[in-house]
């Protein structure tokens, strides 16, 4: 006769294997390696007829807390993510990107507003310090939770993003008094390249542009695309820019290459101009072509199709020479954007002295009273504001 045994099991003694699962990645004690498009199928972006499966790598660790051995020094005068930034090469680049606008949405002091990682865990001290640690002698490169902050190229977009936010969190929003504020291309430039571990910045496309070159320049063949550009039937990697080419012009048994030239008021000529988007590219070729009738140029141009993240990488590695030809220019919806708002400002009459004053008096008296409410809410309470009983 067999006897029967009975095992009790507290329900604390139950533990949800996804959610553990969630848990030791956040602690680093399970990594998850998802390997990116080229690691896996080489031609998948361009091959409209590839259709596979994409495997992740996941490493199962020992559940005990561990501290990762130090890899490398810490780099006390120099950038983790970009040692050396910024070269020769990317100085020019700065100074090629500096003119054209681009959008954030920030803080009353002018504080970009970063997207986070959704985490529901305070962090604690012990925390705090092995991030620390880890970034200072472990991280080589991003591959956990990432903050992230977002440029926009249009700035409708960066208006939706503002309300996404005002949606999620409208409180937080309206104290911070978050708003859309102009900068220009280079400040993306080198956040992208310098910014701290766990951090990037990424530039975010004219959704309209990107629409238009996935499902309308491409498909119809307008203009070549560059052999390195990604892309398939609803996606297109990066941002859209269009390079006017030189073009070969026929005069009987002769023939002439010619240049699309830009000269800036310093009589520099730039024979590699970079658009934004393909109606502002035609626009110029158009007035290029008026201007220089006995060329007797065709009424289509020489484009090339590809994004700017790669090409400001391919820039990195050419000749300085071929870095100063080249001229980036500004779109025309955003230079009407410029526009609308110098004409705003100019036309805005200005304050009279005492209205300046009481404005000034209001706008500090407020920041004022927030802070002695939050000292006398740190004096005479044992716990911290929260969104429910904050000042």
Not at 172 to 197: G, I, M, W
Request: charged share 25%.
């Amino acid at each position: 006769m067999q006897n029967n045994q009975y095992i009790q099991i507290n329900e604390s003694q139950i533990v949800d294997p996804v959610v553990k699962l969630l848990e030791d990645i956040r602690t680093r004690k399970t990594k998850v390696t998802i390997p990116n498009s080229e690691d896996i199928i080489p031609s998948l972006w361009n091959d409209r007829t590839i259709k596979k499966s994409v495997l992740a790598e996941v490493n199962i660790g020992d559940s005990s807390p561990q501290l990762e051995k130090p890899i490398r020094f810490p780099k006390i005068f120099q950038n983790s993510r970009s040692p050396d930034f910024p070269t020769a090469k990317q100085k020019l680049i700065l100074n090629r990107l500096e003119k054209i606008p681009v959008y954030v949405v920030v803080t009353d002091n002018q504080e970009l507003v970063m997207a986070t990682p959704r985490d529901d865990q305070e962090e604690t001290f012990f925390d705090w310090l092995y991030r620390k640690y880890y970034n200072w002698f472990v991280w080589t490169e991003d591959n956990g939770p990432i903050s992230i902050a977002l440029f926009f190229l249009n700035k409708e977009d960066a208006h939706l993003y503002l309300q996404e936010i005002g949606k999620k969190n409208p409180s937080c929003a309206e104290k911070a008094n978050l708003h859309v504020q102009l900068t220009s291309l280079d400040t993306f430039y080198k956040l992208n390249r310098t910014s701290a571990p766990g951090t990037q910045a990424k530039l975010i496309a004219d959704l309209e542009e990107i629409h238009n070159v996935a499902f309308d320049y491409i498909p119809k063949n307008l203009h070549e695309i560059n052999p390195k550009q990604k892309h398939n039937k609803i996606i297109y990697q990066g941002n859209p820019i269009y390079i006017l080419k030189p073009i070969v012009v026929k005069h009987g048994s002769t023939k002439t290459l010619i240049d699309y030239k830009i000269t800036d008021k310093f009589n520099n000529i730039y024979t590699r101009n970079v658009f934004f988007k393909l109606e502002d590219a035609y626009m110029a070729w158009d007035k290029f072509c008026e201007n220089n009738t006995s060329l007797k140029l065709p009424l289509v141009p020489n484009i090339e199709i590809y994004n700017l993240e790669s090409y400001l990488l391919d820039l990195e590695e050419s000749e300085i020479e071929l870095i100063k030809s080249n001229y980036f220019v500004t779109p025309q919806i955003s230079f009407q954007d410029l526009k609308k708002e110098l004409n705003i400002a100019t036309n805005k009459p200005e304050l009279s002295l005492k209205k300046k004053v009481e404005r000034f008096v209001t706008t500090k008296s407020k920041k004022l009273l927030q802070f002695y409410k939050g000292m006398l809410w740190v004096f005479t309470s044992d716990t911290l504001p929260t969104e429910d009983n904050s000042w």
